[in-house]
C-alpha cells in the first residue's frame, strides 16, 4: 500500500537523531504495509533545508505531499521550533505532522496539538500499537486527499 492524494505519492519525512528508533519507526512502518518513500533526517537544520529550501521560503515543498514524523529531542533545536517554522509557513502548514517523542507532559503535548500537531505518541511506543497506528494512517491516507499546500 502506498499512501497518496489522488496521484501524488505521500513522502515521508522523518526527523530522528536516533538511528536505533528511526530504523524501528521505518521498520513498522514497512510491516504495516505502507511503502511510500521515506526521507530520514537526524537533526532539525538538514530537515528545515529540506522543507523550506533555500531561503526558507517553503516554495520546495509548494507541490510536495508530506507528512512529517517528528521527534522533539534534537541535538541543534527543539522540535517545537520545527513544528512552529512548518505550520508558520504557507507552503508547509497542512502537512501533516506526527509527533513521536519521549516526553509525555501534558502541556508540551497541548503545546504540539496548539502548534498545529496531528499525532502525538509517545516513544518508547508499544510497538504493536504504533503499527497500528501507522497502519490506520495508511489507510486514513489511501482514502483521503492531503491539501495542496500552495
Known amino acids: 500500500m502506498t499512501m497518496e492524494t489522488a496521484v ?3 513522502c515521508i519525512v522523518m526527523i530522528e537523531d ?12 514497512r510491516r504495516a504495509g505502507v511503502n511510500n518513500e521515506i526521507v530520514p533526517f ?14 526558507g521560503t517553503g516554495e520546495a515543498s509548494a507541490r510536495r505531499h508530506l507528512l512529517v514524523l517528528l521527534d522533539l529531542n534534537l541535538p541543534d533545536m527543539t522540535g517545537i521550533d520545527i513544528l512552529e517554522r512548518i505550520k508558520a509557513n ?3 502548514r497542512r502537512s501533516p505532522v506526527v509527533v513521536l517523542t519521549t516526553t509525555d507532559d501534558a502541556r508540551e503535548v497541548q503545546r504540539c496539538y496548539d502548534l498545529g500537531a496531528n499525532v502525538y505518541i509517545t516513544k518508547p511506543v508499544n510497538y504493536e500499537g504504533f503499527s497500528n497506528a501507522i ?12 491539501p495542496e499546500n500552495s
Open 18 to 29: 536516533d538511528e536505533g528508533h528511526a530504523r524501528l519507526i521505518e521498520r513498522n512502518i
Open 135 to 146: 497502519r490506520q494512517l495508511g489507510l486514513f491516507f489511501s482514502v483521503m486527499q492531503v
Open 90 to 92: 504557507p507552503h508547509t
Open 42 to 55: 537526524r537533526d532539525g537544520t538538514s530537515a528545515l533545508a529540506y522543507l523550506l529550501g533555500p531561503g
Open 8 to 10: 501524488h505519492p505521500v
